[in-house]
């Protein structure tokens, strides 16, 4: 006599978890909830689901990626124009403007292409290159009258720290709060179902229930392997880079 296996939906991540919830869903539609014995906690996980797949949703619909592109953009082209002031600067006819102009481009190339490296705002050279340019190039910045683009620069860079961590704080409000609520709410009538398939195996036999049975069981069979999987290649992953 063959009952639904233990699925562990705890061990999943929001997004596994998500698609381990959408094939039951479809396997319990196919098979007829009604013919099931399970039509009532149906409805109840259906509206479960729903409030799920808002939740996950809800950092692709909010307007971080609109704003975050908007900030990124400004500073780009600021360093587009720094990077211009730099490059004309070593033709400078004053010597002494002209060697501070070179000081400025030996940590501008040192940083090699300050934009493209940018992209990760956080850990990006050109977070290095304002804390230098506003410290220990101060004095070059003034000499070779680059205040107002470093100050520029700045700011720019400011509003893309400020952007990307405001990013964060929603990450992690609408996620992990909201999601983990929903997915309490929604593994409770997962479990109930199974637990009251499983009784109405016992108790009426399993001649109505095997084919929904087995289609359910090889599915998260399917999915337990698979999240074993990515762990072992995580830790895997993990050691080498310990090595």
Known sequence: MEKIIDCGLSRFSNQEH???????????????????????EYQVFKDLLADEGTA??????NNYTERMKLVVDKRN????????AIKSGQNHYDSTVQAAFKRIKTLWDANSDVKAVALNTKEGAIQK????????YRLDVTSAGL???????????????????????ENENKTTLRMREVRKQIDAIIYKIIEKVNAQIIVLGEQNFTD?????????????????????DRK????ETVK
């Open 129 to 136: 290159v304002v804390m230098e340019l506003n410290g220990n």
């Open 212 to 232: 929904f049975v087995k289609a359910l069981n090889e599915r998260l069979r399917w999915h337990n392997n698979s999240l074993a999987i990515r762990k072992a």
């Open 56 to 61: 996950l949703n809800l950092i692709r619909k």
């Open 77 to 84: 082209l600021t360093i587009d124009g720094l990077n211009d």
């Open 18 to 40: 998500y698609k381990v919830v959408i094939d039951f869903d479809s396997l319990l539609t196919r098979h007829s909830p009604a013919m099931l014995g399970v039509a009532s």
């Open 236 to 239: 895997k992953g993990t050691d």
């Open 147 to 169: 205040q107002g683009w470093v100050d520029t620069l700045t700011v720019d860079h400011a509003a893309c720290l400020e952007t990307e961590n405001s990013r964060d704080a």
